[in-house]
């Protein structure tokens, strides 16, 4: 079975700070997918990221960043010069090739303070 | 589109009544879920479902049964409401082969009390 584990429950961090949130996932499978998602106080779950297995290259896309890195199975996420409006509850995802089911991290909390 | 539809958004439930939740997604989706959230925690899988006709147990299903007699809906219920089942239950569709992302619905927050 696999697992996602994010280890950070909660951040704190002052506006426009860089901050790195940390996803560990254990698997078998050689093929899979993983994705971020987040989920503002609102509580709607939006997508960010997806990543496939096969495909090691970091991704930026704006303030934010991903670094997947198999051979230590991590997959991180870093946002730069942080906004009050990244405060929200950040999850890792990862997707089996054969159920398609997605396995969520506990998420971590991130609190931007202006 | 309207994407993936969830209703109701709010719902008491006494222990012991009986409700479906309802998901419906207008994307041609095959794949389709329902996770449940409690407070403070991850999403876990309840059922899920990979085509019409086509279900199975995820890592929670003790107490819910689903149907999916069509690509588009996809109903959750549950038959003897108990406190445990408080929380916000999410449906979510993904086409599985050429686009893995899933799109979520707005959630149905239950409480049973």
């Known amino acids: 079975a696999q697992k996602v584990t994010q280890a950070q429950t909660e951040i704190s961090v002052v506006e426009k700070e860089d901050v790195t949130l940390d996803c560990v996932y254990e698997t078998r499978d050689t093929t899979y997918y993983l994705f971020w998602y987040k989920q503002p106080p609102s509580g709607e779950l939006v997508f960010l990221i997806r990543r496939n297995s096969f495909d090691e290259q970091n991704e930026i896309s704006g303030r934010y960043s991903w670094n997947f890195q198999k051979s230590t199975s991590s997959f991180n996420f870093t946002i730069t010069a942080s906004q009050v409006v990244d405060s929200a509850v950040y999850f890792c995802l990862f997707m089996d090739m054969g159920r398609r089911a997605l396995t969520f991290g506990s998420g971590t909390r991130l609190q931007v303070q202006p | 589109n309207a994407g993936v539809t969830q209703t109701p958004k709010f719902r008491i439930l006494k222990i012991g009544q009986s409700m479906t939740l309802q998901c419906t997604q207008d994307?041609?989706?095959?794949?389709m879920y329902w996770y449940r959230q409690d407070p403070g925690m991850g999403l876990k899988l309840i059922y899920y479902?990979?085509?019409?006709?086509?279900?199975d147990k995820g890592e929670v299903p003790n107490g819910y049964n689903v149907s999916r007699s069509t690509t588009e809906d996809f109903p959750l219920r549950l038959e003897l409401a108990a406190p445990s089942q408080t929380s916000v239950y999410f449906c979510?569709?993904?086409?599985?082969?050429?686009?893995?992302?899933?799109?979520f619905g707005q959630g149905t927050r239950l409480t049973v009390v």
């Open positions: 994307m041609n989706h095959n794949y």
């Open positions: 479902s990979v085509g019409a006709g086509i279900t």
């Open positions: 979510a569709s993904s086409h599985g082969r050429t686009n893995t992302e899933a799109f």
